[in-house]
């Protein structure tokens, strides 16, 4: 986390009540951002947004049926599933991305939760980048407390799993698995001591009410996420989320400044969406206090036309890539950024809105 701006730190509450983070979202939308922007800046330098990316290890065939994800192979989205790649494989793309800028890389796995003889091919890959110098992250799926301990001894330093949505709505959205599944696996990453990335999808026709509900259970959590992944819907064809209705573009900015002011200390990652955004409106997410971008695994691809997408809007409005932190990241699906050497970078698999994307 990035240097403080201001000594008026305000505090990191546990005991968000939803009818507070309701009259959050409520505000006038000017006021709204005003306080959001202001808290910000008592953690971060507003001028500056982390950028991370991903790399899938292991794509598509996931036996879980999250109702959003391209990669569930119960539905018809024409991803094939695939092997997870070997170490050599993985530790090449990782030397990409070192040379390409990259600080960071994060390891994605379609898999409901690793079987313990993944751990080790895993842990080698992690062991690999580590050894490079790079940050390293994952995102695997549901660990068990001792595959979590296996992760950190290799030099795991984040791990990626989201809420997703709000508890009452989760059961609407995914049927394989259950809401304290998710809380029992980031115990088990806070216990292993290593930093959790959690965040979750809007614009899968929850309420507002909803929308507060995932904010005030990734705030109310006993350690706050140190970075939290927002991502918009982003509707494939085939999944059962096609053909939602689209969330108000404004209402998705609400949910950044919400996340912020009860958040105040975490990256807020504009993640899986992003590319189907304007310019104005990530200039709005960046005001309401959304620092960090995801990036899928452009980093890989020489003269990606969407690095130099983000790179003009960087310059148009006066932002740079967060400097590499030494310490680490997360994400279940993610890598890194634009070509500056100072780069933040996770790399990990982007899948277009699998919730393991950060
Ligand atoms: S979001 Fe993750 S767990 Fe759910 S279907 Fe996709 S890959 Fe599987």
Same mark, same amino acid.
């Given at each position: 986390?990035?240097?403080?701006?201001?000594?008026?730190?305000?505090?990191?509450?546990?005991?968000?009540?939803?009818?507070?983070?309701?009259?959050?979202?409520?505000?006038?939308?000017?006021?709204?951002?005003?306080?959001?922007?202001?808290?910000?800046?008592?953690?971060?330098?507003?001028?500056?947004?982390?950028?991370?990316?991903?790399?899938? *290890?292991?794509?598509?065939?996931?036996?879980?049926?999250?109702?959003? &994800?391209?990669?569930?192979?119960?539905?018809?989205?024409?991803?094939?599933?695939?092997?997870?790649?070997?170490?050599?494989?993985?530790?090449?793309?990782?030397?990409?991305?070192?040379?390409?800028?990259?600080?960071?890389?994060?390891?994605?796995?379609?898999?409901?939760?690793?079987?313990?003889?993944?751990?080790?091919?895993?842990?080698?890959?992690?062991?690999?980048?580590?050894?490079?110098?790079?940050?390293? &992250?994952?995102?695997?799926?549901?660990?068990?407390?001792?595959?979590?301990?296996?992760?950190?001894?290799?030099?795991?330093?984040?791990?990626?799993?989201?809420?997703?949505?709000?508890?009452?709505?989760?059961?609407?959205?995914?049927?394989?698995?259950?809401?304290?599944?998710?809380?029992?696996?980031?115990?088990? *990453?806070?216990?292993?001591?290593?930093?959790?990335?959690?965040?979750?999808?809007?614009?899968?026709?929850?309420?507002?009410?909803?929308?507060?509900?995932?904010?005030?259970?990734?705030?109310?959590?006993?350690?706050?996420?140190?970075?939290?992944?927002?991502?918009?819907? *982003?509707?494939?064809?085939?999944?059962?989320?096609?053909?939602?209705?689209?969330?108000?573009?404004?209402?998705?900015?609400?949910?950044?400044?919400?996340?912020?002011?009860?958040?105040?200390?975490?990256?807020?990652?504009?993640?899986?969406?992003?590319?189907?955004?304007?310019?104005?409106?990530?200039?709005?997410?960046?005001?309401?206090?959304?620092?960090?971008?995801?990036?899928?695994?452009?980093?890989?691809?020489?003269?990606?036309?969407?690095?130099?997408?983000?790179?003009?809007?960087?310059?148009?409005?006066?932002?740079?890539?967060?400097?590499?932190?030494?310490?680490?990241?997360?994400?279940?699906?993610?890598?890194?950024?634009?070509?500056?050497?100072?780069?933040?970078?996770?790399?990990?698999?982007?899948?277009?809105?699998?919730?393991?994307?950060?």
């Amino acid at each position: 986390m990035s240097a403080h701006f201001s000594s008026d730190a305000p505090v990191v509450r546990h005991d968000w009540q939803r009818d507070e983070l309701l009259a959050l979202f409520d505000l006038p939308f000017p006021e709204l951002l005003h306080r959001a922007s202001a808290v910000h800046r008592v953690h971060f330098d507003p001028a500056e947004v982390q950028v991370s990316t991903l790399l899938s *290890v292991k794509t598509g065939g996931c036996p879980e049926d999250c109702a959003y &994800c391209p990669q569930a192979q119960r539905y018809d989205t024409g991803v094939s599933a695939q092997k997870l790649m070997d170490a050599d494989e993985v530790l090449a793309k990782a030397a990409q991305a070192k040379a390409a800028g990259a600080s960071r890389f994060c390891m994605g796995a379609a898999w409901r939760s690793p079987k313990d003889r993944d751990i080790p091919k895993v842990a080698e890959m992690i062991r690999g980048v580590k050894a490079m110098g790079l940050e390293t &992250c994952a995102t695997l799926g549901m660990l068990s407390g001792e595959q979590a301990h296996a992760l950190k001894d290799a030099g795991l330093d984040y791990y990626n799993h989201n809420l997703d949505t709000a508890p009452d709505f989760y059961g609407d959205i995914i049927h394989t698995r259950q809401y304290q599944d998710r809380l029992d696996t980031l115990e088990h *990453v806070r216990d292993a001591g290593m930093k959790t990335c959690c965040g979750g999808i809007v614009g899968m026709g929850e309420s507002r009410d909803q929308r507060a509900g995932l904010l005030q259970a990734l705030a109310n959590l006993p350690s706050q996420p140190d970075s939290v992944p927002i991502n918009r819907l *982003v509707q494939v064809a085939g999944t059962p989320l096609h053909g939602t209705t689209e969330l108000d573009p404004f209402e998705f900015v609400r949910t950044i400044a919400v996340a912020r002011l009860v958040m105040p200390a975490s990256m807020v990652r504009l993640s899986a969406g992003r590319e189907a955004m304007s310019d104005e409106l990530q200039a709005l997410c960046f005001l309401a206090g959304a620092n960090s971008i995801f990036y899928g695994e452009k980093l890989l691809t020489t003269g990606n036309p969407d690095t130099g997408r983000d790179q003009a809007l960087f310059a148009r409005l006066g932002l740079r890539p967060m400097a590499v932190q030494v310490e680490n990241v997360h994400d279940h699906h993610r890598t890194d950024a634009p070509g500056s050497g100072t780069v933040h970078a996770d790399i990990t698999r982007s899948e277009p809105s699998c919730g393991r994307a950060a």
